[in-house]
């Protein structure tokens, strides 16, 4: 479907897909249609990566009923297309609200679990940097012993690099992007990179988060293990920006679009 050419408007969303125990996303999809007057669609886009980004990576949803090497976890991006006047931007702070308290809940945990982590963090170095000062005078001294990493579950943003990502998912299980202009977001990768060619790179790793798994770098500084690089991504974006942002080549058939819904 060209949605540049489409000339009728779709038909409106059958909620009645949501049965048995996921009956309260249709509701829950209804009441924000009927609240602020928008698409059903932009609740169902909402509400599906909403609790796709707060599912534990250990669930799995086997595709195929006899084939048990094909599963998938619950990791989505999605992107609400649509005119200005179209009320995106409403209907997804209503649809994302009970993940954004959720999230303040556990931010305000995480503060000072993270504060306490980054001190002992700054008494590591300064130890390690005595012991190695040590080693090389040929004295004898035993390595201090690593900070014990720590989690929490504080994971919604609005904004980030792929380093910022890396980093928050050492700590995190999954992160959750939400952002309200999709095409802004396409519009920085690369931004505070002088390499050439930086935003398909990034867009390239960013890449690699929609596939989670294992996500390992070596560097002799600081070597990076994460157990899953796993990001789920929610945005707006209007037809014209989304038409410019295909148009200057910033998306390119690479695989990057047509991973969300």
């Given at each position: 479907?060209?949605?540049?050419?489409?000339?009728?408007?779709?038909?409106?969303?059958?909620?009645?897909?949501?049965?048995?125990?996921?009956?309260?996303?249709?509701?829950?999809?209804?009441?924000?249609s009927?609240?602020?007057?928008?698409?059903?669609?932009?609740?169902?886009?909402?509400?599906?990566?909403?609790?796709?980004?707060?599912?534990?990576?250990?669930?799995?949803?086997?595709?195929?009923?006899?084939?048990?090497?094909?599963?998938?976890?619950?990791?989505?991006?999605?992107?609400?297309?649509?005119?200005?006047?179209?009320?995106?931007s409403?209907?997804?702070?209503?649809?994302?609200?009970?993940a954004?308290?959720?999230?303040?809940?556990?931010?305000?945990?995480?503060?000072?679990?993270?504060?306490?982590?980054?001190?002992?963090?700054?008494?590591?170095?300064l130890?390690?940097?005595?012991?190695?000062?040590?080693?090389?005078?040929?004295?004898?001294?035993?390595?201090?012993?690593?900070?014990?990493?720590?989690?929490?579950?504080?994971?919604?943003?609005?904004?980030?690099?792929?380093?910022?990502?890396?980093?928050?998912?050492?700590?995190?299980?999954?992160?959750?992007?939400?952002?309200?202009?999709?095409?802004?977001?396409?519009?920085?990768?690369?931004?505070?990179?002088?390499?050439?060619?930086?935003?398909?790179?990034?867009?390239?790793?960013?890449?690699?988060?929609?596939?989670?798994?294992?996500?390992?770098?070596?560097?002799?500084?600081?070597?990076?293990?994460?157990?899953?690089l796993?990001?789920?991504?929610?945005?707006?974006?209007?037809v014209?920006?989304?038409?410019?942002?295909?148009?200057?080549?910033?998306?390119?058939?690479?695989?990057f679009?047509?991973?969300?819904?």
């Open positions: 479907v060209d949605i540049f050419e489409a000339t009728t408007a779709p038909d409106e969303f059958d909620l009645s897909v949501f049965r048995g125990d996921l009956a309260f996303i249709g509701a829950h999809c209804a009441d924000i009927e609240l602020k007057g928008t698409d059903r669609g932009i609740g169902v886009i909402g509400d599906l990566i909403s609790l796709s980004a707060f599912c534990h990576e250990s669930w799995q949803l086997q595709i195929k009923q006899k084939d048990r090497s094909w599963r998938e976890n619950a990791r989505l991006w999605g992107i609400v297309v649509g005119d200005s006047s179209d009320g995106k409403p209907g997804l702070q209503l649809a994302t609200k009970p954004r308290d959720l999230n303040a809940i556990a931010a305000k945990d995480a503060i000072a679990a993270l504060a306490d982590y980054a001190s002992k963090k700054r008494v590591h170095a130890q390690m940097a005595k012991y190695e000062k040590k080693a090389a005078d040929g004295e004898q001294a035993s390595p201090p012993l690593d900070v014990e990493k720590i989690e929490v579950d504080a994971r919604m943003f609005a904004e980030c690099t792929f380093e910022g990502l890396r980093s928050m998912l050492e700590i995190t299980p999954k992160a959750f992007l939400y952002t309200q202009e999709f095409s802004s977001w396409v519009a920085s990768m690369g931004k505070f990179s002088s390499a050439k060619d930086a935003a398909t790179g990034e867009r390239s790793a960013y890449m690699l988060a929609w596939d989670g798994g294992v996500h390992d770098v070596l560097r002799a500084a600081k070597p990076v293990h994460i157990d899953s796993s990001l789920c991504v929610l945005g707006g974006v209007t014209s920006s989304l038409r410019e942002t295909l148009g200057t080549g910033k998306l390119q058939n690479d695989g679009l047509q991973r969300t819904i």
